[in-house]
């Protein structure tokens, strides 16, 4: 049998998403798969902003090329980042169990969010979050800022902003819970469409790839993104827009809400939806449908 590989970036929190894919597909079969580090434009001009690259989905395109030129049979990806659309040749072949889906603040001093001071700054590259940070605290001032989640993390202990908002998942994922401040509930800050869910891409003509990837597979989380990413396509399909959308199973049902929320965080547009999980694609396409008939477009920012 030839030796499988795993593409991946060269992040700690890619690095570290690739090995426990690796570990698992050792413990199934008792082959160890090599990683293979792609290094994308994004991880090379690190003062550029995400939109210019195309959004965080410009990562994922480029590991994809490597993956059709048959660089590697396997690659690892937050699911968050993975585009909707225009991926032929790629299968999804697996979603494992879904980690933590909360965004969390970290901070100088361990400040919560109602203890950090008026007018202060807080960095995020993502419109989402920086959209419904302004609409729980519009006192703050919030810029961009760019960099894995150590570099982040750093730039907020030098004092380049008072507090960061990241994802539980990776700082779970990196054993860095204890740089968490605050948990903000999904109440107060819905999370992205696919938030704590990896995505496990095999090569469509590599049977050995998908049969190692496919026992990974939840059926609940798969239902929870899949119907969340209908919503997301319904809206532009842009994993950099101001959506949030999160679906959980409860005994066979699938619940699920979205909000969009203007980049001034002012106006806001909420709804929800509930089916079967094993309807989850239709689900969110009834959610997606009705957010857009709502006028959820015109809080959306205008393509440059």
């Not at 690190?46 to 690659?75: C, K, N, V, W």
């Not at 697996?94 to 007018?119: N, Y």
């Not at 302004?134 to 993390?153: C, E, F, H, S, Y």
Request: aromatic share 2%; charged share 25%.
């Amino acid at each position: 049998m030839t030796r499988l590989r795993i593409g991946t970036r060269g992040s700690a929190l890619a690095l570290a998403q690739s090995r426990w894919t690796a570990g698992e597909i050792r413990r199934l079969t008792g082959e160890e798969p090599e990683i293979v580090i792609v290094k994308t434009s994004g991880d090379r001009f690190q003062a550029q902003t995400l939109a210019s690259f195309g959004g965080a989905g410009a990562f994922t395109m480029e590991i994809d090329a490597e993956q059709r030129a048959g660089r590697f049979e396997i690659s690892v990806h937050s699911l968050k980042d993975l585009p909707t659309k225009g991926r032929e040749g790629l299968l999804l072949a697996a979603i494992p169990p879904r980690a933590p889906v909360e965004d969390c603040i970290v901070s100088l001093g361990m400040k919560t969010l109602a203890d950090l001071p008026h007018g202060a700054c807080v960095a995020s590259g993502s419109a989402r979050r920086t959209a419904q940070m302004l609409r729980l605290r519009p006192d703050l001032t919030l810029t961009g800022l760019r960099g894995n989640v150590d570099t982040r993390i750093r730039k907020v202990r030098e004092g380049q902003a008072a507090a960061t908002l990241l994802a539980r998942a990776g700082l779970t994922r990196l054993s860095l819970t204890h740089e968490i401040a605050e948990i903000l509930d999904v109440e107060r800050m819905v999370p992205a469409a696919g938030q704590g869910a990896l995505a496990l891409v095999a090569t469509e003509t590599s049977p050995a790839a998908i049969a190692a990837l496919s026992p990974l597979d939840d059926a609940a989380t798969r239902a929870e993104v899949v119907a969340e990413r209908e919503v997301l396509a319904a809206l532009g399909g842009g994993c950099h827009l101001p959506l949030g959308v999160l679906g959980r199973v409860v005994g066979g049902k699938l619940p699920l809400v979205a909000r969009v929320v203007s980049a001034d965080g002012k106006r806001m547009i909420e709804d929800g939806e509930q089916g079967d999980a094993g309807d989850a694609a239709a689900v969110g396409r009834r959610l997606g449908a009705r957010l857009v008939a709502r006028g959820a477009a015109d809080l959306l920012p205008r393509p440059v």
